[in-house]
């Protein structure tokens, strides 16, 4: 067994095989960034299907037409009418015209508190019971009274009217409708769902009067002009990353393109060629709105109740009519009252490329897997490392001495095999651990400090917030180094623990979140990749400034900025809806963020400008 | 000579009192009608046990003689656009469920223990007659299936499955308890062809509606209700026997029926198996179809069948009867040997008949033995031989 032992830890010290992990990790992120760019070709992606028998997406007739246009019409007159009124107005009057349907009417009340900003309307729904069915499950119709970006929806609330008035002639419902028109797209609907699962906040947050069953599917209708339209965008990001069930989103597609001819597209690629470019981008663009995590729109809330949901939102000039979308929505309905249990035979966890072309977490699921080992890898190689006796000291001009000691020497012993090995090459080196411990801890608990400051100071603040952590942020590295430098003297060995240690973490967490938010942990891997290879570098203090630039460069804090920058937004704005999304959506990206990535940059960066004590050996 | 012909009955008695050799007839149908799938997408399923319902009732069959399974109630549906109807055509010009329709077995009583308990009999006394399969040795049963099948399996609702080698066990016992004549198995289902292919019981025909590795197909759906309707396979059959089939007088065979498949329109290849059957392809071609989908009212042999001691009795007291009357013969005969001496062959020519087939089985006795004592040697000297090598 001893001999076991001392051949693997022979193994361990052959220096051909210390020279390979940085060059395997490097592999890992070459491998998986390839490995993402490959997927939108034919051989990685598959054509979307059905894989819930129970749909039979487009297998009905329609009859949501004729004399149905004129109600329609009636409808949109009388939300042009309400146009700016109040909000209370307006649901007086919705409330009115879902009685005049036969339906239950019920409102509720919220208010939310975010970045000192107060968020508050009322929400109106109405439900349709299943005339035969036994009122166990529900699907929603929603109808945002203003959208995303806060046009007032008109022909999409006029069509939720409409189709509450017609679903309610027909008599083969076997769940209930419930007919829901929010104040907002972003708190409302949050605040429906929320107290329809009792975990609302009240008082703030009203109870619901009125429930029905669980809810087993919601569509958005986001239409807010009155032109005819070309197609339909639909929208199926979740909050967190979470996505519904792609069955979901295949019906649509399926009743919209293969029933009634209107062609479908995904996270605003208007124009898609079915090309690699466009496939790619239409990826990369989910997998931006994955990694972002927050509300894409008002169906974004259903989805971590488990409540799969999807936005239509038509656009384009085109010939399809209201009664086009109308009839989409209840093809839509049929398939999913047809339903017999929840969605759960197809993915939960795609990247699709196109309405009809998606790539299943097997497939994707090994990119950010390597990019995430590619840390762990450099953490265990490090660990080995720093256990590695100091290399014996040679004096310059003395290469042949022959008076020189021979190193003592130690016997392995295994089976019948002898082997006679330096001494030295079977020792380990104590490891001193409380200072690197002590500073990766550190680091990782001053991760709280933004996360708590930029969801807790009031939105007016947050430009000159941000600048000052922007400061703090370029200060603080070699600050803190230098802190470390003078007051414990750490050295060579101790700097790469706390690389060791640091890179352990980073990599630990990156490969949980790959599986529940793969886009986030991919996204973070890259930016956070130069870090596998930051080592204080004492003696080339030019090599140390280039690299400490590059490291400002992909810092959280200027990604964040140039992020900001790139889609012409304020700073100030983005900061608001993160604490917007964190106070009300309960994204936890600022999490990853502050506590994961920020800490590793930071001990990345105190490392980079260290300055190792030299050792001598005891 | 009258009287000496008459003196022959007992022998042509004999012949057909002796235990009997398979009977072309049976005096009884019954159909075994079982949709094992439920949920609202199985529509079509139900339908295609409905329809055939449909069939067999209309060709003679009565529901007392119906064992119909039905997993889930389709009329009642919430998602049912048409409540209380059940339809196997897009025209919807048949109600299915419509009134008179006796369902035994229903929701989650369909199982594969019930089927196999229902086809063996080997049911509780609390079972009421209208779930029992109350056929006997002159029984043609018509046992059709369909549902969501495998290779070699057809899934029972959503939970079991029954194999190919249940159902093949399920039809020996039926033979070894005389619970049928002759069977007409058929069998709509994803590689159909696969659940007969176990079969080993004499007197079976099986079809099937696709080879293995084949689906079998949805013929079409109706839009409004918004499932599909009714399967390729069946939608086939039922629209030979609605147009060939027309009264219960009909002369169509079974081969009329199999050659109607048209490949091109089931989309899949519907499968025959003869080699159970007597008479192979040849014999089971000639059966007609109303000897399965229809109810017998023509043929009744009372005591077929019937009681082992009853007909030894009436031997017996015709063997008395027989006697008596030849005595009576032999005493007119007598009578007149006194008148004319020339003919006296009329009363020994019956009672040598007899006599010669009580030598015959004598003979084959003997012979039979010999050739077995001839085997016993042979194998016990090849037996001898061999130990005697082995010691060597």
Redesign the interface.
């Known amino acids: 067994m001893s001999g076991l032992l001392a051949t693997t830890s022979l193994l361990r010290r052959d220096p051909r095989l210390l020279k390979v992990p940085p060059y395997l990790s490097f592999l890992c992120i070459v491998i998986g960034v390839a490995w993402l760019l490959l997927l939108p070709l034919d051989d990685y992606s598959r054509g979307t299907y059905i894989s819930e028998?129970?749909l039979?997406p487009g297998?009905?007739?329609t009859y949501f037409a004729g004399s149905d246009q004129n109600v329609f019409r009636g409808y949109k007159h009388e939300v042009d009418a309400l146009g700016e009124r109040s909000n209370v107005e307006v649901n007086d009057k919705l409330g009115e015209l879902f009685k005049a349907s036969g339906l239950k009417v019920a409102r509720q009340k919220y208010e939310y508190k975010s970045a000192g900003e107060t968020y508050e309307g009322e929400n109106i729904y109405a439900i349709l019971h299943?005339?035969?069915?036994d009122a166990t499950e529900a699907i929603v119709l929603v109808g945002a009274w203003r959208n995303v970006d806060g046009v007032l929806n008109r022909s999409g609330v006029a069509l939720v009217l409409t189709l509450a008035r017609y679903f309610k002639r027909?008599?083969?419902?076997?769940k209930d409708i419930i007919f829901l028109v929010t104040a907002d797209s972003r708190a409302g609907p949050q605040a429906w769902v929320d107290a329809y699962h009792d975990t609302h906040q009240s008082p703030a947050i009203e109870s619901l009067s009125v429930k029905s069953g669980a809810l087993q599917g919601a569509v958005v209708i986001d239409y807010p002009f009155d032109h005819r339209f070309e197609s339909l965008h639909i929208v199926y990001d979740g909050i967190n990353g979470q996505l519904p069930n792609l069955d979901l989103l295949n019906t649509v597609v399926a009743i919209a393109s293969g029933q009634m001819g209107i062609g479908a597209s995904l996270q605003q690629m208007w124009q898609h060629t079915d090309s690699y470019q466009d496939r790619l981008k239409t990826m990369l663009r989910g997998m931006l709105n994955q990694g972002l995590g927050h509300a894409s729109g008002p169906h974004s809330s259903f989805i971590p109740y488990h409540v799969d949901a999807i936005t239509l939102q038509p656009y384009g000039e085109g010939w399809q009519d209201e009664m086009a979308m109308g009839r989409v929505i209840e093809s839509t309905f049929?398939s999913l009252?047809?339903l017999?249990e929840h969605l759960h035979q197809s993915f939960f966890f795609y990247l699709l490329m196109q309405a009809n072309r998606f790539v299943s977490i097997g497939t994707y699921l090994p990119s950010a897997m390597l990019v995430a080992c590619n840390f762990t890898i450099m953490a265990i190689f490090l660990w080995v490392k720093s256990g590695a006796p100091l290399p014996p000291k040679t004096t310059v001009g003395s290469t042949t001495q022959s008076d020189e000691k021979a190193p003592p020497l130690a016997v392995i012993q295994e089976g019948d095999a002898k082997a006679i090995v330096p001494e030295e090459t079977l020792a380990v080196r104590e490891r001193e651990l409380f200072l690197p411990l002590a500073v990766v801890a550190g680091s990782q608990f001053l991760g709280v400090l933004p996360l708590y400051l930029f969801n807790h100071t009031s939105a007016p603040m947050f430009p000159a917030i941000f600048t000052l952590f922007t400061a703090f942020n370029t200060i603080a590295p070699p600050l803190l180094s230098h802190l470390l430098t003078t007051t414990f003297h750490p050295t060579a060995q101790q700097y790469s623990l706390i690389k060791s240690f640091s890179l352990l973490i980073l990599g630990l967490f990156l490969s949980s979140l790959a599986t529940l938010n793969f886009s986030l942990a991919f996204l973070v891997g890259l930016f956070s990749a130069p870090l596998t290879y930051m080592q204080p570098l004492p003696n080339r203090p030019i090599i140390a400034g280039i690299l400490a630039l590059l490291l400002t460069a992909l810092a959280p804090t200027t990604v964040l900025f140039a992020g900001a920058q790139y889609w012409g937004l304020g700073i100030g704005e983005v900061l608001k809806e993160a604490a917007f999304g964190w106070d009300v959506w309960g994204m936890n990206t600022q999490v990853v963020v502050w506590c994961v990535w920020w800490p590793a940059w930071l001990t990345g960066m105190v490392s980079l400008w260290g300055r190792p004590r030299e050792e001598v050996e005891s | 000579m009258k009287l000496a012909n008459f003196l022959r009955l007992p022998v042509l008695l004999a012949s057909v009192l002796a235990p009997i050799p398979i009977s072309a007839e049976h005096t009884s149908n019954w159909a075994v009608l079982v949709s094992t799938s439920r949920?609202?997408?199985n529509y079509r399923h139900l339908a295609n046990v409905l329809s055939l319902y449909r069939t067999v009732k209309r060709l003679g069959i009565p529901d007392s003689q119906i064992i119909l399974m039905l997993p889930d109630d389709m009329a009642c549906?919430?998602?049912?656009?048409f409540?209380g109807t059940v339809y196997s055509n897009a025209d919807r010009a048949v109600d299915l469920y419509g009134d008179n329709i006796e369902v035994d077995y229903r929701g989650y009583e369909v199982t594969v223990e019930n089927f196999i308990r229902l086809l063996t009999d080997r049911v509780g006394e609390e079972m009421p007659r209208s779930k029992r399969l109350l056929t006997d040795d002159r029984s043609n049963i018509l046992v059709y299936m369909t549902g969501h099948g495998g290779n070699e399996f057809l899934k029972f609702q959503d939970a079991e499955e029954i194999s190919a080698f249940d159902l093949a066990d399920a039809f020996e016992q039926m033979w070894e308890k005389k619970r049928y004549h002759e069977l007409l198995f058929m069998i709509d289902t994803c590689q159909a062809n696969t659940m007969y292919s176990k079969f080993y019981s004499p007197n079976i025909i099986a079809t099937g509606s696709s080879e293995i590795d084949q689906s079998s197909y949805s013929h079409h759906?109706d839009?409004?209700v918004?499932?599909?309707v009714i399967d390729r396979y069946t939608y086939y059959n039922l629209d030979f026997l609605e147009t060939q089939v027309r009264e219960p007088s009909s002369k169509m065979t079974l081969g009329d029926l199999f050659d109607s498949y048209d490949e091109s329109k089931i989309h899949s290849h519907p499968g025959v198996r003869w080699d159970l059957f007597p008479g192979d392809e040849q014999g089971g071609r000639e059966r007609l179809v109303m000897d399965f989908f229809g109810n017998v009212q023509n043929v009744e042999v009372d005591n077929a069948g019937g009681n082992d001691t009853e007909w030894k009795e009436d031997l017996l007291h015709l063997g008395k009867k027989i006697a008596e009357l030849r005595e009576r013969a032999e005493a007119q005969d007598a009578a007149v040997k006194n008148n004319t001496v020339p003919e006296s062959r009329g009363g020994s020519h019956p009672s040598r008949k007899i006599r010669a087939a009580k030598v015959e089985i004598d003979e084959t006795w003997w012979g039979k033995k010999a050739v077995g004592a001839l085997a016993l040697g042979g194998c016990a000297i090849v037996w001898l031989a061999g130990t005697y090598q082995e010691s060597a």
Not at chain 1, 130 to 133: E, H, I, L
Not at chain 2, 77 to 81: E, Q, Y
């Open positions: 028998n129970a039979l297998q009905v007739h299943a005339p035969r069915g027909w008599s083969l419902w076997s049929r009252n047809n017999l | 949920f609202w997408f549906n919430p998602r049912n656009a409540p759906a839009n409004d918004g499932v599909a």
